[in-house]
């Protein structure tokens, strides 16, 4: 918290999002129907610019346990995932999980992950007795078959990735060739969407695998990786 994620999302804030809010309310002068959003866009981002970070007093390992009353809550930590501190909540007695960008509905953004760690993360997860999951994004699961499916394409793709870098292929040719051999697990997620089926090629498949090289070549920092260039 007090380290790569600041400095990755600074450009973002003193930059980017800046630009685009001026951008639409430049639109919003010739559209007015888009003032609403352009407002909502400024007050977020003064929002954004207000934020007093404050960084937490209390740390854990691997698990906290909270209790609200009678309510258990345990703050759980299995291991670098989709980031260098994925944590996630458990509520035991309700049997909710609430995931973050661990899972992601329907497709899983895999930008700057950590692969073979992640995927022993998600092992370890399905193991929970959870009738809920909430996600990072997209709605509320009521079962685990997307954490299933989302945990083998990873693991097709550790393999796939280890024996394209060895027969020494790039990471895009390693990608086309991997992708026919996931396409059942793609249409159990996207239901062969063609929007969705671009973003399980993009988000899961190409991230995931330029990680899978980087982690080949020798162990990975907590550096925030940049989006790949295709």
């Given at each position: 918290m007090d380290g790569p994620a600041i400095e990755f999302n600074r450009p973002g804030l003193e930059r980017d999002l800046p630009?685009?809010?001026?951008?639409v309310e430049q639109h919003a002068i010739?559209?007015?129907?888009?003032?609403?959003?352009?407002?909502?866009?400024?007050?977020?981002?003064?929002?954004?610019?207000n934020?007093?970070?404050?960084?937490?007093?209390?740390?854990f390992s691997e698990r906290l346990s909270i209790h609200l009353g009678e309510r258990e809550i345990e703050v759980l930590n299995y291991g670098r995932g989709v980031t260098p501190g994925d944590t996630f909540v458990y509520l035991p007695r309700e049997r909710v999980l609430l995931l973050g960008d661990l899972i992601v509905n329907p497709i899983t953004f895999a930008l700057s992950c950590y692969p073979t760690e992640w995927v022993r993360v998600l092992e370890r997860i399905?193991?929970?007795?959870?009738?809920?999951?909430?996600?990072?994004?997209g709605p509320a699961l009521h079962d685990k078959s997307l954490l299933h499916t989302t945990t083998?394409?990873?693991?097709?793709?550790?393999?796939?990735?280890?024996?394209?870098?060895?027969?020494?292929?790039?990471?895009?040719?390693?990608?086309?060739?991997?992708?026919?051999?996931?396409?059942?697990?793609?249409?159990?997620?996207?239901?062969?969407?063609?929007?969705?089926?671009?973003?399980?090629?993009?988000?899961?498949?190409?991230?995931f695998l330029h990680r899978v090289y980087e982690e080949l070549d020798g162990p990975l920092d907590d550096t925030i990786a940049a989006i790949p260039k295709s």
């Amino acid at each position: 918290m007090d380290g790569p994620a600041i400095e990755f999302n600074r450009p973002g804030l003193e930059r980017d999002l800046p630009r685009y809010v001026e951008q639409v309310e430049q639109h919003a002068i010739a559209d007015p129907a888009l003032r609403p959003v352009a407002d909502d866009d400024r007050l977020f981002l003064d929002e954004k610019r207000n934020a007093h970070l404050v960084l937490p007093d209390i740390t854990f390992s691997e698990r906290l346990s909270i209790h609200l009353g009678e309510r258990e809550i345990e703050v759980l930590n299995y291991g670098r995932g989709v980031t260098p501190g994925d944590t996630f909540v458990y509520l035991p007695r309700e049997r909710v999980l609430l995931l973050g960008d661990l899972i992601v509905n329907p497709i899983t953004f895999a930008l700057s992950c950590y692969p073979t760690e992640w995927v022993r993360v998600l092992e370890r997860i399905d193991k929970l007795d959870a009738d809920v999951i909430v996600t990072g994004h997209g709605p509320a699961l009521h079962d685990k078959s997307l954490l299933h499916t989302t945990t083998e394409v990873f693991r097709k793709l550790i393999r796939a990735g280890a024996d394209a870098k060895r027969r020494g292929l790039s990471v895009d040719e390693a990608k086309e060739a991997v992708m026919p051999t996931l396409r059942a697990e793609m249409l159990s997620i996207t239901q062969d969407d063609p929007r969705l089926n671009e973003s399980f090629k993009t988000q899961m498949v190409d991230w995931f695998l330029h990680r899978v090289y980087e982690e080949l070549d020798g162990p990975l920092d907590d550096t925030i990786a940049a989006i790949p260039k295709s």
